[in-house]
């Protein structure tokens, strides 16, 4: 397992339960690629997920993850996490797939269920 990439995961971890977009984006390459698995491309660099997340920390106030697992393999850290957005919102289950460049995430790879 990867200290650094673990300890890079777990730093927009942090940030995003702290709801803080501008710590979130830090957390990115500025040519960072976040997809659905499988799927085409959503977002790309750090900007793009700074605007996106500081939208969805404003619309979710109380959004929430608890993160059920977490294994690392070198530059990959994979979250298995349940996101709660508050108040009667609604809630999903999520499988984040990092990849981890230096200090900070150069991919991101989701696998999404709702509840």
Known sequence: MSNRAVATVQRQYDAYLARDAEAYANCFTSGC?????????????????????????????????????????????????????????????????YTVQGDRIARVDYVKQDR
Do not use: K, M, Q, W
């Not at 070198?74 to 609604?90: A, K, L, N, Q, W």
């Open 33 to 97: 690629v976040v997809s659905n698995l499988n799927g085409p491309v959503t977002l790309t660099g750090a900007a793009a997920i700074r605007e996106r997340y500081a939208e969805i920390f404003a619309g979710h106030p109380h959004n929430r993850s608890i993160l059920l697992n977490r294994i690392a393999l070198g530059d990959v850290v994979i979250d298995h996490e349940h996101v709660e957005r508050g108040h009667g919102g609604s809630s999903f289950e999520i499988v984040a797939i």
